[in-house]
């Protein structure tokens, strides 16, 4: 089992649902039930696969190196190979997106939205799998980039055709703002190519071969996956495609969107800019650092605007997702464990959110808050969900998101030593003061969604009731982890460090002792 | 008295090696049949003169298989015919593009009134050209097999003769390809003049010596710009959209991608071969070109009403990705050739599958519209899906072939490290994120519209020949952008032989 595993653990797991989703292609459209059998069964099986990896990962017992490598060759031209590999930091993240996507399927079983089509909407989501896990898995550059790519479309599709009233607009605005950035990561990982000592898309080899690149240069490939990602995450100025493909995707759509889409910037922070090009990285930290602190104020005050609660709740990921930045910036394995429990908190508690977001506009048709109210007394359950699921956000301690805002508003007290002391802390005031605005707009939404009496409008309105079978079977898993996680974070932070130190000491020693620098001073 | 003839006027017959030019003469063979057929047989004789010439093309890639089993290179009259790996691959794209075009055009012509004979006829005798003009390093080869593959394609492109538009189409493109003829028949003179020798070999050494001089300067601006015009490329496109939408659909599409790739086959052995040395000339004037035609295709295509229209503009911009990697050859030599290379191979996949889907759905809404792919999802979900594959290929997002092209492109131009080359790859960059937008409208117009009420929204019936070019073309998107391994095993190493 184990050989099986170290073999093909990673590469099962990620063509399945393609596989799945071309079985699919082969039924007819009216067969609904089959394809809801056969995509539950397919993500299903992936989710196993992923407890079968975690159990063998821990049984590995090497949580700071690469587990379950594969190396072949794919495009031996360009000298491209099909690596793949995951450590503590991919783990968490890979394991989230296949825990996530089953429960969509669980979550939209009786509720499709218009125009429903199960077939195409369930492909779709398949082949998103495929392109997520793929993404977390792969070492080399351009397999990165396919996968990172390939989430594109699904995506677009999924606001596109199942979106609200404004789709058509949030699906293309969504889609050119990703590919500008990736197009010009891919600029980026071509020069990365040429400059570098080695000629390798390797992410194994780029850190020490990237080592010897001008530093001038340097900042450039780095200002092009800085694009790429940022665009991805979303950071401040390149945000604005998120409220709007959010508010205007489907519910699953937007659960997918903020659990995971997402996180695949932060990730190619973590993975790929930072341990390739620190020197860079350095330069550009407080810079970063900055976009940071402005997206968790900019983020809060937008969420206080709102009146829809999924656009607030779209406001609040920029927010969140300015924390994890604000982590990263700071250089430190302090700062990078954060983002990345960061990354999975907002994903649980995010994804939760939308979900719930979701099942109160099927409810009452409406988001607008104005019009909301009295949850906890006609959905009781429900009411208390959401709830907790503010609390959660807000960042209140003992729930999962605490740990991913406390420890990076702690590493900006203490960034890398190469960076400017004042500079962090002021922003680590600023980050903390965001803390605050995030509990003022999360309780001004409990209070217009769950507190107060029903609407007259709704009093009596048949399709207003608690929680449903499905909807439980989807949250439940959630809801467990963003408490077990809040209880014990050591859970993940036990497997996140020593990938954290592994992966990003070499050069975070150096760029924290100057060793770096005094190098590239001597040129 | 006649053997003494050759004695007389001092003419000593050039050694043919017969394998060498089997394709081109299987071609022609086939050509003489299907037009003799139709003499002997007359009507009797329509119904398998697109299976004959279907079958002719097929035959025609034995002696390729043969002659690239063989492996060595081949060179006739004095080096103006040279059949190496560059013209092997090229030669065998030709020809299977021109499978895939006579795929296309089996019911479209059999269905309207038209000429069929004469029509494989032409179409072979143009595809002769081009398999021609892979082997050709020598400016009047060239000039010959160029004039072969575009005479037959202006009579072609004014096939629907009862159409005002086609004829216009017709004339458009004759007009403008013999007005391109003549400079570049200018230009080749002036390069003549200098060398005194018509071969490329020759060409590049008087360059190579006389690099300053501005007969040479002018000559190969002139070249490159008859060829612009061929490649539609700015400001040299404006005949393509008004020849595209007016000729019938599937000669549309093989004007798009074989008589296009008949000019970038052209262009890079004129380059690579003929004047080297001269980067300093044309590197400017490509990357000027390259430049213009991607942003300036795409901004039109932009605005576009009509599937065909787009098509055509989005054929500009690919055309300036084209060109890319032969703005920067000098500096990265035959890496440009295999970027190029493979963005034509792609692009024929990709960019034929696209012209199958139009005219599949054109066979039911008979129209061009872009508006009458409204709701396609809902009563052709195929044909939808096939569409979005080969439009999102051509707009360069993974995993299909498309994005190995572009790939191909930007590492071409970055791996070149100068300012021309980065600032190349970063407009690019720019260009394909603007060319999604109007590929996203045509899938917008599938997936999200309603279906107009109107509308006849049973399933499109699709004739076998079309379901054959369309499992094919969509076969080589996806597995060229999957495994890209296929077609860099082809181009990958020294491809042209240099006669140097």
Redesign the interface.
């Known amino acids: 089992m184990g050989d099986f595993l170290n073999d093909w653990g990673l590469s099962i797991p990620t063509f399945l649902p393609i596989i799945g989703a071309a079985v699919m292609l082969l039924i007819p ?1 009216d067969r609904e039930h089959l394809h809801k059998l056969i995509a539950l069964a397919t993500t299903v099986a992936v989710a196993v696969f992923g407890l079968l990896l975690l159990i063998q990962f821990i049984d590995n017992d090497n949580y700071g190196a690469l587990n379950f490598v594969v190396d072949k ?6 000298d491209s190979r099909y690596i793949m590999g995951v450590d503590g930091i991919s783990l968490p993240l890979m394991l989230l997106t296949m825990l996530i996507v089953p429960l969509c399927v669980i979550y939209s079983w009786n509720h499709f939205p218009e125009p429903h089509n199960p077939k ?1 909407f369930l492909m779709l989501l398949l082949i998103l799998e495929t392109g997520m896990i793929g993404t977390f898995a792969a070492q080399d550059l ?1 397999l990165f ?3 990172f ?2 989430v ?2 699904p995506m ?2 999924m606001i ?2 199942w979106g609200g009233e404004n ?2 607009y949030a ?2 605005k969504f ?2 703002f990703t ?2 950035g990736s ?2 990561m ?2 980026s990982f ?2 990365l ?2 400059l570098a000592d080695a000629s390798t898309f390797d992410m194994r080899l780029l850190p020490e071969a990237a080592a010897g690149i001008a530093k001038s240069s340097q900042v450039w490939v780095f200002g092009g996956m800085f694009l790429g990602f940022g665009i991805k995450v979303p950071m401040f100025p390149f945000h604005t495609w998120l409220p709007d493909a959010h508010t205007e995707a489907p519910t699953v759509g937007s659960v997918i969107l903020a659990a995971v889409l997402l996180k695949l910037g932060t990730y190619g922070f973590v993975r790929i800019a930072i341990p390739i090009l620190p020197e860079a990285a350095a330069e550009w930290a407080p810079f970063i650092g900055l976009l940071a602190v402005i997206g968790i104020i900019y983020g809060a005050l937008g969420c206080l605007a709102q009146r829809d609660l999924k656009r607030l709740v779209a406001f609040s990921s920029v927010a969140h997702m300015g924390f994890v930045m604000l982590g990263i910036a700071t250089l430190t394995d302090f700062g990078i464990n954060a983002a990345v429990f960061g990354m999975v908190a907002h994903g649980l508690i995010t994804g939760m959110l939308f979900f719930l977001a979701g099942s109160v506009k099927e409810r009452y048709h409406t988001l607008d808050m104005s019009r909301l109210g009295g949850l906890l007394v006609q959905a009781p359950r429900m009411g208390w969900i959401l709830g907790f699921c503010a609390m959660a956000s807000l960042g209140l301690p003992g729930l999962a998101g605490f740990w991913g805002e406390f420890p990076a508003i702690l590493a900006s007290y203490n960034p890398a030593e190469v960076l400017a002391e004042e500079t962090f802390r002021s922003y680590m005031v600023i980050a903390a003061l965001g803390t605050v605005l995030a509990a003022g707009y999360l309780l001004w939404m409990l209070q217009k969604t769950a507190f107060g009496t029903p609407r007259e409008e709704f009093v009596n309105d048949p399709h207003v009731h608690d929680a449903t079978a499905s909807e439980y079977m989807a949250w439940a898993p959630l809801l467990i982890l963003i408490l077990v996680l809040g209880v014990y974070p050591h859970l993940l932070f036990g497997a996140t460090d020593p990938a954290v130190v592994n992966s990003l000491s070499d050069c975070l020693d150096s760029v924290t002792s100057g060793a770096c620098f005094d190098a590239a001073a001597g040129k | 008295m006649l053997s003494s003839l050759p004695s007389i006027v001092g003419f000593v017959r050039p050694d043919i090696d017969w394998h060498a030019v089997a394709p081109e003469l299987t071609l022609l063979g086939v050509g003489a049949v299907v037009t003799l057929l139709d003499i002997v047989l007359l009507e009797r004789g329509r119904a398998y003169t697109s299976a004959l010439a279907g079958i002719g093309l097929l035959m025609a890639l034995i002696p390729i298989v043969t002659l690239a089993a063989s492996g060595d290179t081949r060179e006739m009259f004095g080096g103006a015919f040279v059949v190496d790996d560059f013209a092997l691959i090229l030669k065998a794209m030709f020809i299977v593009v021109a499978y895939i075009v006579v795929l296309l055009s089996t019911n479209y012509i059999a269905e309207g009134d038209y000429w069929e004979n004469e029509y494989y006829g032409l179409l072979l005798a143009s595809v002769m050209g081009m398999v021609l003009m892979a082997s050709a390093r020598d400016l009047v080869t060239i000039f010959v097999a160029l004039e072969l593959l575009s005479i037959p394609a202006y009579l072609m492109a004014a096939w629907r003769k009862a159409d005002p538009r086609s004829n216009e189409a017709g004339l458009k493109y004759y007009l403008m390809g013999v007005f391109a003829s003549a400079i570049m028949l200018y230009g080749m003179s002036l390069l003549f003049g200098l060398a005194g020798d018509t071969r490329l070999a020759a060409i590049s050494t008087a360059v190579t010596e006389e690099g300053s001089n501005p007969v040479v300067i002018l000559g190969i601006i002139f070249v490159i710009v008859g060829f612009a015009f061929k490649v539609s490329g700015f400001p040299f496109h404006t005949w393509a959209p008004d020849t595209y939408e007016g000729a019938p659909t599937p000669v549309t599409a093989f004007l798009a991608v074989a008589s296009k790739a008949a000019g970038f086959v052209a262009l890079m052995q004129l380059v690579h071969v003929g004047f080297p040395d001269a980067q300093d000339v044309y590197q400017p004037l490509l990357w000027i070109l390259a430049v213009g035609s991607m942003t300036a295709g795409n901004l039109i295509a932009l605005r576009q009403e009509n599937i065909v229209r787009l098509m055509a503009y989005s054929g500009v911009s690919q055309a300036g990705f084209m060109l890319a990697p032969l703005a920067v050859a000098g500096d990265i030599g035959e890496e440009a050739l295999s970027a190029v290379i493979i963005y034509v191979l792609i692009y024929a996949a990709m960019n034929l599958g696209a012209f199958a889907v139009i005219i599949a759905v054109a066979r039911r809404t008979a129209s061009g519209a872009i508006s009458s792919y409204a709701g396609l999802f809902k009563y052709a979900p195929g044909m939808t899906i096939l569409m979005s594959v080969f439009l999102f290929s051509l707009a360069g997002i993974p995993p299909l072939g498309g994005w190995f092209a572009k790939f191909a492109v930007f590492r071409a131009v970055v791996e070149a490290d100068t300012g021309w080359g980065y600032s190349l790859a970063a407009i690019a960059a720019v260009n394909s994120v603007i060319a999604l937008f109007y590929y996203a409208k045509v899938a917008r117009m599938m997936w999200f519209e309603d279906t107009p009420e109107e509308a006849d929204t049973t399933s499109i019936r699709v004739p076998p020949s079309l379901v054959a070019a369309l499992g094919l073309t969509a076969a080589a998107t996806l597995l060229f952008g999957i495994y890209p391994a296929v077609i860099t095993h082809f181009t990958d190493g020294t491809l042209i032989a240099l006669p140097y």
């Open positions: 459209k060759g794919w495009i031996d031209v360009i195409a351009i980039f396919v996968f790519e390939v594109l479309l677009y599709f596109g055709v789709r058509r699906a293309i889609f050119l590919l500008f197009a010009l891919l600029v071509l020069a190519y040429f």
